[in-house]
């Protein structure tokens, strides 16, 4: 809100051009304008006058690592009750619970 969507400050300059753009506004603006969305995140309801999806609020990789260093596991748990097999494999035998351990050794990760 400070910068707007283009921001020059500091060493890293960038670009967010729906930074101005709350969930609703993007939700309402799909609704608007019947824009079709991934059978993931399922349809866009309206409860209490607030949009809200009925499938996954997000999707992307389900091993990415990098919502883990926010505190925010539910990926990794989703693949790990929907995909047990594809979940150890990753995990176990490609090694990206070892990864991850020696990257989070001051807290205890809960992926199992």
Same mark, same amino acid.
Request: with cysteine; aromatic share 8%; proline share 4%.
């Given at each position: 809100?400070?910068? =707007?969507?283009? *921001?020059?400050?500091?060493? !890293?300059?960038?670009?967010? &051009? +729906? *930074?101005?753009? #709350? /969930?609703?506004? /993007?939700? %309402?603006?799909?609704? %608007?304008? !019947? @824009? ?7 349809? @866009?309801?309206? /409860?209490? =006058?607030?949009?809200? +999806?009925? =499938? ?8 990415? &690592?990098? &919502? @883990?260093?926010?505190?925010?596991? #539910? ?6 009750? !929907? ?6 494999? @990753?995990?176990? #035998?490609?090694? +990206? +619970?070892?990864?991850?351990?020696? /990257? ?5 990760? *809960?992926?199992?």
């Amino acid at each position: 809100m400070k910068s =707007g969507c283009n *921001s020059f400050v500091g060493q !890293r300059h960038k670009s967010t &051009p +729906l *930074s101005l753009w #709350t /969930v609703q506004d /993007v939700m %309402e603006y799909i609704v %608007e304008h !019947r @824009i079709a969305l991934s059978p993931m995140y399922g349809d @866009i309801v309206k /409860v209490d =006058g607030k949009y809200m +999806l009925t =499938g996954c609020a997000r999707t992307g990789c389900m091993f990415c &690592p990098v &919502p @883990i260093a926010h505190g925010d596991n #539910t990926e990794m748990e989703y693949a790990r009750k !929907r995909y047990p097999k594809m979940y150890d494999t @990753i995990m176990k #035998t490609h090694g +990206l +619970l070892d990864m991850l351990n020696k /990257v989070n050794k001051d807290r205890q990760l *809960s992926l199992f």
